[in-house]
């Protein structure tokens, strides 16, 4: 079954520097690919997502990911993270055909002054 | 433009009870898909609903069962609550029932079991 691994449990990065989170998903197939963000007592909002072609996607509030397949990974990237970026983030597969998204354990992120 | 609307927002009940829970879609979303999310955990799929069916069923037992209705609103349901039932139950609705249709999310109904 495929799976979605999110090595990271905690992140905690200074405001203003970079950030890239890891995904690393488990499928014989290429998935389609996203990333979610949950600030607490609130639903997931879509980040981003990838379906095929260009392999770095731009999604929204300035994030980005790239996905390379001999890797199987699907890295969220920032390049200068705000105050208002600490949420936790969670990295997300479909496969092909299939409706349920599989969901990472997901990465909790820290944004300090 | 309504996104996904669930209610209610939070509900406490004892071990043994039954409960339902209501997720309307985004607007122009036919299909509702529900995830339960305990604590410190991702969202695991319980089942999704197209066209008033099940279309596929995630790891749950038949405790868990649901319904879509005309208007493309759903209804979870629970028997026999177990304190492990005990999360965070998020519905998420897309069009046409395709993978390659982002799902939406709700702020979900926090169900807590004493």
């Known amino acids: 079954a495929q799976s979605v691994t999110q090595p990271d449990i905690h992140i905690t990065v200074s405001e203003g520097a970079s950030l890239e989170l890891r995904c690393n998903y488990s499928?014989?197939?290429?998935?389609?690919l996203f990333w979610y963000v949950q600030s607490p007592g609130q639903g997931l909002q879509l980040l981003l997502k990838?379906?095929?072609?260009?392999?770095l996607v731009q999604g929204i509030k300035g994030f980005e990911a790239e996905f390379k397949r001999s890797q199987s990974s699907f890295n969220l990237r920032k390049p200068s993270v705000h105050w208002s970026d600490a949420a936790e983030y969670f990295c997300?597969?479909?496969?092909?055909?299939?409706?349920?998204?599989?969901f990472g354990a997901g990465t909790i992120l820290r944004v300090k002054s | 433009d309504a996104g996904v609307t669930q209610s209610p927002t939070h509900l406490i009940k004892t071990r043994g009870q039954q409960v339902t829970l209501r997720c309307s879609p985004k607007?122009?979303?036919?299909?509702v898909s529900w995830y339960q999310q305990a604590l410190g955990q991702g969202p695991q799929f319980i089942f999704q609903?197209?066209?008033?069916?099940?279309?596929q069923r995630g790891n749950f037992p038949d405790r868990f069962s649901g319904h879509q209705f005309p208007n493309y609103s759903s209804e979870l349901n629970v028997n026999a609550l177990l304190l492990g039932d005990s999360a965070l139950y998020l519905c998420?609705?897309?069009?046409?029932?395709?993978?390659?249709?982002?799902?939406?999310f709700g702020d979900g109904t926090r169900l807590s079991i004493l």
């Open positions: 998420a609705s897309s069009l046409g029932g395709d993978s390659n249709q982002p799902q939406h």
């Open positions: 499928y014989g197939a290429t998935p389609y």
């Open positions: 990838y379906f095929s072609g260009d392999t």
């Open positions: 997300a597969v479909i496969v092909l055909y299939g409706n349920k998204l599989v």
């Open positions: 607007s122009g979303h036919d299909t």
């Open positions: 609903y197209y066209e008033e069916e099940e279309r």
